[in-house]
């Protein structure tokens, strides 16, 4: 199986700065690898995404980092504003699997 | 908005009752998976189908069962509910059958068992 971790299950940042949220994970058979974002009361958001053969890989001020030697990922996200608050949570599965593994989630909150 | 619909948002029923949630796709995706969200196990798989057919299988009980119809939508009933079956249900859609491509999540039914 898989177990898929967040280093911390709480993030206070103030406005403006930026966010890191960390997550290992168990299987180096893992190769793909999905951030989410889940506001209160609604369904997870897709952030960006990241496979195996690619360290790093940016989107619209979000950045995620894979470290396959470490079986670790995070999600930095530049000019964290209020509209960030939310749980992020992690996912990683294999080309072929058939189960998607997510981590238990990082509670961000941005303070004004 | 995703383009994922689940119906109903809340459902409030006793033990022992089934209940049927509903879930209708992104228009072009295939593939259908549902999930189960409580306070204490995070998001768990349940199950998968692809074209209709079932593609696989996560931490389902044998008290739930699932079916994708031949338009798509997906069904997912849960029978003989117990007060730890109360959850956040969500269903996702993806276009290939594969885990290893982006899912898109729906608004979620909430179901309460009393």
């Known amino acids: 199986g898989e177990s898929v971790g967040l280093h911390l299950p709480t993030l206070s940042v103030q406005e403006g700065d930026n966010s890191i949220i960390n997550c290992a994970y168990s299987n180096s058979a893992s190769d793909y690898f999905i951030w989410y974002k889940q506001e209160s009361g609604k369904g997870p958001q897709f952030i960006i995404d990241i496979r195996s053969n690619m360290d790093k890989r940016q989107g619209q001020r979000v950045t995620v980092l894979l470290n396959k030697t470490v079986k670790h990922l995070s999600l930095q996200i530049a000019a964290t504003q209020p509209g960030d608050s939310a749980v992020y949570f992690c996912a990683t599965t294999r080309t072929g699997g058939n189960q998607f593994y997510f981590g238990t989630g990082t509670s961000l909150t941005v303070i004004p | 908005d995703s383009g994922v619909t689940q119906t109903p948002k809340h459902l409030i029923t006793a033990t022992g009752q089934r209940v049927t949630l509903r879930c209708s796709p992104r228009s072009g995706d295939l593939s259908v998976y549902w999930y189960q969200q409580s306070l204490d196990q995070g998001l768990q798989f349940l199950i998968q189908y692809y074209n209709g057919e079932e593609r696989a299988k996560g931490n389902i009980l044998e008290r739930f069962s699932a079916q994708q119809f031949p338009d798509l939508h997906s069904e997912l009933n849960l029978s003989s509910l117990e007060l730890g079956d109360s959850a956040l249900y969500f269903c996702?859609?993806?276009?290939?059958?594969?885990?290893?491509?982006?899912?898109?999540f729906g608004p979620g039914t909430r179901l309460t068992v009393t």
């Open positions: 996702a859609s993806s276009v290939a059958s594969d885990f290893s491509y982006e899912q898109y």
